[in-house]
């Protein structure tokens, strides 16, 4: 429907015909499709499948060389430890369909729930959004970690793929071969550092004196040599990190004005291979039959 009002031209009365503005946001809309729109063809359907449990694995993208740049301490740092479980504390905070988190060295998992329609589960976005934000909270971080003494001297980066597993069991294996590589890797890296800085051989020496040894000579030369029990080695080494939510004891709950803010995320250095973790924290695992 259009309306008519008089207007002033030169002196003369006219009339004038006024859209209305309804009218004005339509044609805005129609002049946004354009010829080029079936550009929009080309990407690609990337939505996960349905009632599979979403990983996001992060992995730092040439590690070896930030690690030297900033004068990581070896075998094991801290501080960097420190960091990466903030960066996905972060992640968790911001994305709450992620139901438990998994990270040791440069790496962390985060598993979203089998029902989560977050980014419709797409995903490249949700793939994008873990590694964006995580990324950033790693540098937003870093002072609190590494304080003045160690500035950051270049941004960080970090790769990610994402992986669906449709069962309990595929969730928890997977989980489990994560902390089996964290024990490999932090068993190897210990003994290995420890006959460098302490057994005086040069990294090529060490190298070769490992080469073919099993996990049994690996803790028979910490111990005999070295008088160093792997056994214990700060579990957070050994065992990685795990990142659940949990509720807020019921003391601080009557301070919490918001629901949301009723739990909160919690680390474990504890075993997830068997069983006793799962038994405690019934609530990660959704039903296999939904």
């Known amino acids: 429907m259009l309306?008519?009002?008089a207007c002033i031209f030169g002196g003369r009365a006219r009339y004038?015909?006024?859209k209305p503005l309804a009218c004005l946001f339509t044609t805005s809309s129609n002049m946004a499709k354009s010829k080029f729109e079936y550009v929009r063809n080309f990407e690609t359907d990337d939505t996960?499948?349905?009632n599979c449990y979403i990983v996001v694995r992060l992995d730092g993208r040439n590690f070896h060389k930030f690690t030297?740049?900033?004068?990581f301490?070896?075998?094991n740092d801290n501080r960097a430890l420190g960091l990466m479980s903030r960066s996905a504390r972060s992640v968790m905070e911001e994305l709450e369909d992620i139901v438990i988190a998994y990270g040791q060295s440069d790496?962390?998992?985060f598993v979203f729930k089998r029902t989560s329609t977050w980014f419709k589960r797409r995903a490249s976005k949700l793939m994008t959004h873990v590694a964006s934000q995580f990324s950033s909270s790693y540098v937003f971080?870093?002072?609190e970690f590494f304080g003045e003494d160690q500035p950051l001297l270049y941004p960080p980066s970090f790769d990610g793929r994402v992986v669906l597993y449709p069962s309990n069991r595929n969730l928890k294996d997977y989980l489990s071969w994560r902390q089996a590589d964290c024990h490999v890797n932090n068993?190897?890296?210990t003994v290995f550092w420890t006959l460098v800085q302490k057994g005086g051989l040069t990294t090529a020496q060490a190298e070769e004196r490992l080469k073919g040894t099993l996990a049994a000579d690996k803790n028979e030369i910490l111990f005999s040599e070295f008088n160093i029990n792997y056994n214990t080695e700060p579990a957070v080494l050994k065992k990685g990190t795990t990142l659940i939510w949990e509720k807020l004891p019921n003391a601080e709950e009557k301070e919490v004005a918001v629901t949301r803010s009723r739990r909160r995320v919690q680390a474990h250095h504890c075993d997830v291979i068997g069983e006793q973790f799962w038994e405690e924290h019934p609530d990660i695992l959704e039903d296999d039959n939904c």
């Not at 030297?68 to 004068?71: C, G, L, N």
């Open 107 to 109: 790496e962390f998992s």
């Open 187 to 189: 068993l190897y890296n």
């Open 16 to 18: 004038c015909v006024v």
């Open 48 to 50: 996960c499948l349905r």
């Open 73 to 75: 301490a070896k075998p």
């Open 141 to 143: 971080y870093w002072k």
């Open 3 to 5: 309306f008519g009002k």
């Open 68 to 71: 030297e740049q900033h004068k």
